[in-house]
């Protein structure tokens, strides 16, 4: 925004993130944007796909300014088809209140101007809990002999009241103020403010409806958002400008717990308790400080461009991830219920496994900063030189070579518990090789067709959620043990719903009258059950290698339409396995089945042994992912004229890759899952994220009733704007 960098490092994702507001900057505070989707400068960088640059308002000599209210009224919603199907009636949103306006004009005329804007946001949106066995007609589901009636009834009554909708409002609060001054006609000032105020009860899970869940796992959310930024443009000579940015920023995002620790997953059923990854005291709290400079000159047909970028960023996280102890129960709906209701009462089934028929049992414990909490730097410094060349007057050329250093510091305490901690736990390897050469030519071969075609190299920054893992998920800071109630994972001392050390949040206390409270047993979990996560000493960024083809061509009408081949090729994309499993010595086989039938019959190695018997599982990051993409892509466009425009998109495409995971399940260790850990080139195939066919579609029609004799009609029916988008898309696999 503004040429400055709007991005939140932790997650890799804009500023203030999807699951908040969805927006830092009130639509009201943006006079333009442009997206661009590959083969862009070099003065862009940081990332392997599309970069979106927005420009803010500035105020003028005139005073202008507009106010809007939007209403999303009750009547108007419909329910949600899902929950209806199971007995909730609900919303996914109730009512929506958008409000605000803006203020542009001047302090001193033609020298210093201000523009300020203020959008809030009120929205009613319950969330909605239902159940694949609970339901209107379905009440109770059968107990163990051993339980009494009143248990009985108690534990299916408390999982039963689990659905239904719980109120959840959001309220969302944007300002932003502007000013401008314009010293001199070889300079121009300007700073800008930004602040976001997000908070909502029930919104750290964001969709509307949630299957086999409650309210308890769910918990508050809150975001503050700051960001000032300054520009100081100057003209050095009639042919050399040059262009000065400075940027602070602070992200801050914050989330409460509902329910009291343990998290408790009855597979198929249900779950409650305080959510594993909650609370959230920072999650991150993330301070930016840039400062860039590019410099700009004409020379006979050549414009040339130099630059430099250095962003400063404090990472501040606090958050013990499954720090509430997680017990997991699976099998059928009807064996989960029974083990579960065995364990809840602590009855004793003559089986010998007293509070143990859970299946597996997983907590965190760090003994160093007791809440999780990570803080480092990670400095990125980036500088670029491009040549635009105006090689003819029907040929444009534009090269350009772009370097990035992202620098994060070494593990503070290595994990040196055994030969592989001590290798995937020491090393951050900051790779210093990361040149990105840039290429585009436009041939203009006709007046009404032109030729443009481009290739370049671009580099994505690794997720410093992923750093953090490495840094402080190591098994020394915090420390991660998974029991199963037998075998060489198992926790003697430990019964449900117990932990072994004390939880983040709320005291724990019994789910409901008669159920067990939890207790805190603290002991030394045996060192088979440790988890480790780490990273490959020679880990790099993801890279992409990205080409096109376009000709477009001028039509009759005022169309114009295009043709494009668009190929990416991306490598060293993350993926994480245990890294602690000993060559197999037996294969399992699986079936694939078909109507009922087996269509087809897998057989993949079965891994029992460990390769340093000292510790568990060592969950380490690997960058040897590769992809391929490929599409073609068709547009027409008409450019505004008797008050309508319209903009088609058709592609066609095709996507590969050796186990990509989604960008949203790509945070701290996030994966697809390899069948074989020790074989991972049997992952290539078609990607998940292969959508072979996308039209997109989007109309603007503003009619003109100036035509009209009568001044009532014409104020009336004048200045109204109808716009619509399109999307079809075929599915993903």
Known sequence: ??????????????????????????????????????????????????????VTKSGANALHGDLFYYLRYPTWNALDSYSKSRGTYTQPIHQWQQFGGSLGGAVVKDKLFYFATYDGSRKVNPIAYTSSVYSPSVTALSCPAQASSSQCAAANAFLFGQQG???RATNQDVGFGRLD???????????????MNYRAPNAYSTAPTYNNSSVTTNGSYVFHERIFVANWDSTINSSTVNNLRFQWGRDLEAAGSNGAAPYVNLSGLMTYGENYALPRTAEPDEHRVQISDTLSKVYGRHTFKAGVDVNIIHEIMINLYNGTGQYGYSGTAQAVFNNWVLDAYGINAGDGLTGKHYSTFTMVNDPITHVGKDDFYNNDFAGFVEDNWK????????????????SIPQPPQPNTLTPLTTLYTSTINIPKDQLAPRLGVAWEISPKTVLRTGYGIFYAKSTNSTYYATRVENGVYQQTFSCTPSGVTACPLLTFPNVIWTPPGPAPSAPFAG??????????PPSATQVTRGMSPDWVNPRTHQGEVTLERQLPGE??????????????????????????????NYDILSNGQTAQTYTVPFYTGRIDTGTGDIFVGYSDVNSWYNSMVLTLRRPMRHGLEFTANYTLSKAFDGAQAAGNFGTFNGTDYPVDPRNRKLEYG????????????????????????????????????????????????
Do not use: C
């Open 1 to 54: 925004v503004d040429g400055a960098n709007n991005n939140q490092a932790f997650f890799s994702e804009a500023r203030g993130r999807a699951n908040s507001g969805a927006y830092v900057y009130s639509m009201d505070s943006i006079k333009e944007y442009q997206v661009t989707a590959s083969n862009y400068s070099a003065e862009l960088g940081q990332a392997a796909g599309g970069v979106v640059n927005a």
């Open 515 to 524: 159920a067990l409270t939890p207790q805190v047993v603290t002991f030394t």
């Open 686 to 733: 078609l990607s998940d994220l292969d959508q072979r066919q996308r039209f997109v579609a989007n109309a603007v029609w503003i009619p003109s009733a100036k035509g009209l004799s009568n001044q009532a009609a014409r104020l009336i029916l004048d200045g109204w704007a109808f716009s619509t988008i399109v999307t079809m898309s075929t599915g993903q696999p």
């Open 391 to 406: 090689a003819s007057s029907k040929l444009t050329v534009n090269m350009g070579l772009r370097y990035d250093v992202f």
């Open 181 to 195: 001054y314009q010293a001199n006609a070889r300079n121009h000032f300007s700073s800008s403010f930004d602040f």
């Open 165 to 167: 909708t719980f109120a």
């Open 559 to 588: 169309l114009s339409g295009s043709v494009a081949y668009v190929v990416t090729r991306g490598l060293h994309l993350p993926i994480f396995v245990d890294a602690n499993l000993a060559p197999s010595t037996s294969m399992k």
